[in-house]
């Protein structure tokens, strides 16, 4: 029984290794890159309710207008409310620990809101993947088409600054370690096998983020998150 589980696990770290060594070839086209980086963010995106985000935005509006009493009475329900969630978290990590992800998925596959991800994202596959065939990119002059190199973004603090480059959305932050630690980031293990500690941040409204180098510099010179820091393009 125990192998029917772990089994999967060590698989899909292996497939990710693989993606992850993939992505970054030459020999894949772009619109193969991006098709593969839409069902990713299908199911990896951070997300959090509707009800959430609602409240939130209810609880920014009514410190706007000074209304204290309706902020903290918002406050309370939006407390009660990730409480529940935690809750909810910690009940479906025990229910992870009991059946395999394979028998979970199935028993979800009749459920409207399931049947409406996978088919929505089956969709855009489909048209994503018709688009790359009847539109290829290159030709003839492929060849001659010079290679896009990512944008390189220089953030400062207190007199000290580090360069970090855009790479693609799914390289390691560990390519960028230095740049990482400076923006207060932890890792994991050590050389090429070091992991980012948390692969999101919080934003001055309390909402996690991922950890993308893009939303990162996006952040900062919005100045939503990593207050003191600056970012400029080299």
Same mark, same amino acid.
């Given at each position: 029984?125990?192998?029917?589980?772990?089994?999967?696990?060590a698989n899909a770290v292996s497939s990710k290794q693989a993606y992850e060594e993939a992505i970054n070839l030459s020999q894949h086209v772009p619109q193969a890159k991006s098709i593969s980086e839409m069902v990713l963010d299908a199911f990896q995106s951070a997300k959090e309710s509707d009800q959430i985000r609602d409240l939130r935005l209810a609880i920014r509006a009514a410190h706007d207008r000074?209304?204290?009493?309706?902020?903290?009475?918002?406050?309370?329900?939006?407390?009660?409310?990730?409480?529940?969630?935690?809750?909810?978290?910690?009940?479906?990590?025990?229910?992870?620990?009991?059946?395999?992800?394979?028998?979970?998925?199935?028993?979800?596959?009749?459920?409207?809101?399931?049947?409406?991800?996978?088919?929505?994202?089956?969709?855009?596959?489909?048209?994503?993947?018709?688009?790359?065939?009847?539109?290829?990119?290159?030709?003839?002059?492929?060849?001659?088409?010079?290679?896009?190199?990512?944008?390189?973004?220089?953030?400062?603090?207190?007199?000290?600054?580090?360069?970090?480059?855009?790479? %693609?959305?799914?390289?390691?932050?560990? &390519?960028?370690?230095?740049?990482?630690? #400076?923006? @207060? $980031? !932890?890792?994991?293990?050590?050389?090429?096998?070091?992991?980012?500690?948390?692969?999101?941040?919080?934003?001055?409204?309390?909402?996690?983020?991922?950890? %993308?180098?893009?939303?990162?510099?996006? &952040?900062?010179?919005?100045?939503?998150? #990593?207050? @003191? $820091? !600056?970012?400029?393009?080299?």
């Amino acid at each position: 029984m125990s192998d029917s589980h772990t089994d999967p696990v060590a698989n899909a770290v292996s497939s990710k290794q693989a993606y992850e060594e993939a992505i970054n070839l030459s020999q894949h086209v772009p619109q193969a890159k991006s098709i593969s980086e839409m069902v990713l963010d299908a199911f990896q995106s951070a997300k959090e309710s509707d009800q959430i985000r609602d409240l939130r935005l209810a609880i920014r509006a009514a410190h706007d207008r000074f209304d204290d009493d309706q902020a903290y009475e918002l406050m309370g329900q939006l407390k009660q409310l990730k409480d529940a969630e935690a809750a909810d978290m910690a009940a479906l990590e025990d229910l992870s620990a009991k059946f395999p992800i394979s028998r979970i998925l199935s028993s979800y596959k009749d459920d409207p809101s399931f049947q409406e991800l996978v088919y929505s994202l089956a969709l855009k596959v489909l048209n994503q993947t018709h688009q790359a065939v009847s539109n290829p990119s290159g030709g003839k002059s492929k060849a001659a088409r010079p290679k896009k190199e990512a944008e390189v973004f220089v953030i400062s603090k207190d007199g000290a600054s580090v360069t970090l480059p855009l790479r %693609t959305p799914r390289s390691k932050a560990n &390519a960028d370690r230095e740049a990482f630690e #400076f923006l @207060g $980031f !932890s890792f994991i293990g050590e050389g090429d096998e070091a992991e980012l500690q948390s692969e999101v941040f919080v934003d001055k409204d309390g909402n996690q983020q991922p950890a %993308t180098r893009k939303n990162i510099v996006s &952040a900062i010179q919005q100045q939503t998150a #990593f207050e @003191g $820091f !600056s970012a400029a393009q080299q």
